[in-house]
């Protein structure tokens, strides 16, 4: 797991920036019904997105919620007031208190048994009638059918803990049901060989450590390819939204 509180003052220019964050958030929107209430942006890291989110819904009140305090601080420059430290497993709202709530790029970051304590939470600070919406199988936005990645597919994977049917599955658990589905583009996040040997050697593949022969031989293969600054296609990120049922209205004599 990466050191996010070390990670946070790069985090927006390693993955993508604004322009990102743009498409992320038109995608997200496009999910979540027109009108005032209150949103929550749960995991919001630097807030580059809740921004945006804030930005194009001047009728919802936003509010971002992350664990890592050098994200709290960022994201609280960018939206002061609004952003609190907060564990999404245990989120510190009473039940029913947002009319929509989001978490992007969090799923994937989590142990198994913990995904589904989190879309709970979720689901549980939801208002009836409310929409979770969510990325899914971030890992596999990667994979865009690239010389790179026919060098990793070998490469030893672990069961994705956002895998769509697995969020689906865990949504249902706790009352949601499907209701659409998006995505967007991870705007200058193609990956080079290059970078590719660097997050190799950072540890971003979990199950390659870093300076383990099998890690390196991998790399060596990509040192390998041509055109070794050159991105390749950008990945493009699924979202799922699910909504809470609202009470059926009550039956007149």
Known sequence: ???????????????GGEARA???ARAVLA????????????????????????????ELRVTG???????????SDRLPGAIVRADSRRLPFPD?????????????LLDPEDVGAVVGECARVLRPGGVYVTTVDKAAAHDVGSDIDT??????????????????????????????HGSFRGSGQGRSPRTTIADLRRGWFTLL???????EEFAARLAGLPDQDRP???????????RKPAPAPARTP
Do not use: N
């Open 232 to 242: 390749r296609p950008d990945p493009r990120f699924s979202l799922r939204a699910f």
């Open 209 to 215: 450590p870093p300076g383990e022969p099998r890690t």
């Open 22 to 24: 743009q498409e992320a």
């Open 96 to 108: 029913g208190a947002f009319d929509a709530v989001t978490s992007i790029w969090l799923l994937h």
């Open 1 to 15: 797991m990466l050191d996010y509180d070390k990670e946070a003052g790069d985090y927006d220019t390693s993955r």
């Open 65 to 75: 919620a992350d664990l890592t305090p050098a994200m709290v601080r960022r994201a």
């Open 31 to 58: 999910l979540i019904p027109e009108g005032p209430g209150r949103l929550l942006d749960v995991a919001c890291g630097t807030g580059i997105v809740t921004r945006r989110l804030a930005a194009a819904r001047p």
């Open 151 to 180: 060098v990793l597919a070998a490469r030893p994977r672990r069961s994705a803990a956002d895998a769509a049917g697995t969020v689906t599955a865990h949504a249902a658990r706790h009352g949601l049901g499907p209701a659409g």
